[in-house]
């Protein structure tokens, strides 16, 4: 008989924040077998913004897990799968009326490049600087955070181009100066690697997730939507991470005047079961042929479909971005107030409750993160050099729990 060592039976490649073995979840807490509480400021990698076991998700898993599991695509029609496309076509822009859904953000990015080469006939797509697009092969060679995710896999697909992401920290410049900067760059190019005429897509997170949780700002992205429409390339906003009410607007890009052309939704979306989506027009999705894309699981899980529309409903009767827009400018505010009093944090930044405290090197964040993690307080890291704190937690948090928080947080600090 083979030996029983639960961790042992578990891949390695899967890195782990802790050990702790959760049993139940409520809200924004995670409950071990014994009995301890966690405060859970990472929400499942940014999945469970209506916070753990929302009763109203999770009454309508059980009630649709009675009456049908699954309804593949290729063969029937779900009434489910048409009612979220409904809520999903209520929450966007007109211009976005069309769903396809799939299980994961990787699989969501992939059937965007392919949607916009097919509806292009083009083959290039630009990308940012420290993106993070998933771990496939072509989303692989579509990100740049960190070398972990590529190295050992390359070569990647090609067709791929990287241009300069504005961060005014990283440059040490100021907005403006940073903006016009990379905007210079993005033309050059468009003049010297990838002509418009080749090139199917843009796309770029409003908020850079996996490479340290720095916005961009408005007038950038608003630049490349003017760019895009003059040279008839295709604009995609990656929201996996930024949607669903995370960073005080249903979605990132409404802080912004523009409609993107593509729109990638995952993480949120589900409540925690497996739930990924884009939207484009009806225009741009009748050039993709049918039967070119698909998959087996996607839009037919009905337990993942109920929960997103559950999920839909919950964000907006509860108004969980604006508590998110509220409770984010308490935390930023906190944070930068911490900021003046330890040298070892050089910059707090975010919108809404997505926000990153980068720190002067790796080891003092980790050691940070260890000291919250033995206080029961679970925090993530992020960015190419893995030196900065996300404070994601879920949308339902209260002042009180974040005061919490915040108070382990400085305890931590104080002992690095």
């Given amino acids: 008989?083979?030996?029983?060592?639960?961790?042992?039976?578990?891949?390695?490649?899967?890195?782990?924040?802790?050990?702790?073995?959760?049993?139940?979840?409520?809200?924004?807490?995670?409950?071990?077998?014994?009995?301890?509480?966690?405060?859970?400021?990472?929400?499942?990698?940014?999945?469970?913004?209506?916070?753990?076991?929302?009763?109203?998700?999770?009454s309508a898993i059980h009630k649709q897990a009675n009456e049908l599991l699954f309804a593949q695509m290729n063969c029937v029609v779900s009434p489910a799968v048409c009612k979220l496309s409904q809520k999903l076509n209520a929450i966007t822009p007109k211009s976005i009326n069309q769903f396809f859904f799939s299980n994961s953000g990787a699989e969501a990015t992939e059937a965007a490049i392919k949607l916009a080469k097919s509806a292009t006939k083009r083959s290039q797509i630009i990308v940012f600087q420290g993106s993070f697009h998933g771990r496939t092969h072509l989303t692989m060679a579509m990100t740049t955070s960190k070398t972990i995710y590529r190295r050992g896999y390359q070569p990647l697909p090609s067709g791929i181009v990287v241009a300069p992401f504005p961060h005014p920290f990283h440059y040490g410049w100021d907005e403006d100066k940073t903006i016009e900067f990379c905007k210079t760059q993005v033309e050059n190019l468009l003049h010297s690697q990838s002509s418009p005429e080749e090139t199917a897509a843009i796309i770029i997170e409003p908020v850079l997730g996996e490479g340290g949780y720095i916005p961009a700002p408005p007038k950038f992205i608003e630049y490349l939507r003017k760019l895009c429409h003059k040279h008839s390339i295709l604009l995609i906003i990656d929201e996996v991470q930024s949607g669903f009410g995370r960073t005080g607007k249903f979605f990132c890009f409404e802080h912004t005047s523009i409609e993107p052309d593509i729109l990638i939704m995952a993480k949120g979306l589900g409540s925690g079961l497996p739930i990924s989506a884009i939207g484009a027009s009806k225009e741009l999705m009748s050039k993709w042929t049918p039967g070119s894309h698909g998959g087996t699981f996607g839009g037919g899980s009905l337990l993942s479909i109920v929960a997103a529309s559950a999920t839909i409903d919950v964000i907006l009767d509860e108004k969980l971005?604006?508590?998110a827009r509220i409770l984010g400018s308490y935390l930023l505010e906190s944070l930068c107030t911490l900021k003046s009093k330890y040298h070892s944090i050089i910059e707090v930044r975010g919108m809404g409750l997505m926000i990153g405290v980068e720190f002067i090197n790796t080891e003092i964040t980790k050691k940070i993160q260890s000291n919250c993690l033995k206080h029961k307080l679970l925090l993530l890291t992020c960015g190419t050099y893995s030196r900065t704190i996300r404070w994601i937690p879920p949308l339902i948090v209260s002042k009180d729990q974040i005061i919490k928080a915040l108070s382990i947080f400085e305890d931590s600090l104080n002992l690095e």
């Fill in 1 to 58: 008989m083979k030996p029983i060592d639960d961790l042992g039976l578990l891949s390695t490649v899967w890195s782990r924040l802790s050990n702790m073995r959760p049993v139940r979840g409520k809200g924004v807490y995670l409950y071990d077998n014994d009995g301890n509480r966690y405060i859970d400021f990472t929400s499942g990698l940014g999945v469970v913004n209506t916070g753990h076991c929302h009763p109203k998700i999770v």
């Fill in 321 to 323: 971005h604006e508590n």
